[in-house]
């Protein structure tokens, strides 16, 4: 069991920046993918920003080049670098990891969420 906590929303202006946090934790082997997930009121959650162990990236079109991802293995954690906001970027935002348990199957795990709100 993989337990994930964001921390780093808020509120900001358009134009502005934030920097999300995500911490894993819990009883596992490893984990491989880590990432960001968002859902805004009324559309389908979509993917942000994704990264390998090893540092391969892939990003949503709509936030190339303003969010940059990056990860701490050591520190099982993940962040995301939110550049020149936009108010279509609020939305809650999950983490989300893919973790080797003990019993030796992977499982996809997501945070509670943490809201980004940004004004105009």
């Known amino acids: 069991q993989v337990q994930l906590v964001e921390s780093g929303g808020g509120l900001v202006q358009a134009g502005g920046s934030l920097r999300l946090s995500c911490a894993a934790s819990?009883?596992?082997?490893?984990?491989?993918?880590m990432g960001w997930d968002r859902q805004a009121p009324g559309n389908q959650r979509e993917l942000v920003a994704s990264i390998s162990t090893g540092g391969s990236t892939d990003y949503a079109d709509s936030v190339k080049g303003r969010f940059t991802i990056s990860r701490d293995n050591a520190k099982n954690t993940v962040y995301l670098q939110m550049n020149n906001l936009k108010v279509e970027d609020t939305a809650v935002y999950y983490c989300?990891?893919?973790?080797?348990?003990?019993?030796?199957?992977?499982?996809?795990?997501w945070g509670p969420g943490t809201q980004v709100t940004v004004s105009s």
């Open positions: 819990g009883s596992h082997l490893s984990i491989s993918f």
């Open positions: 989300n990891a893919r973790a080797l348990s003990i019993g030796g199957k992977w499982y996809n795990y």
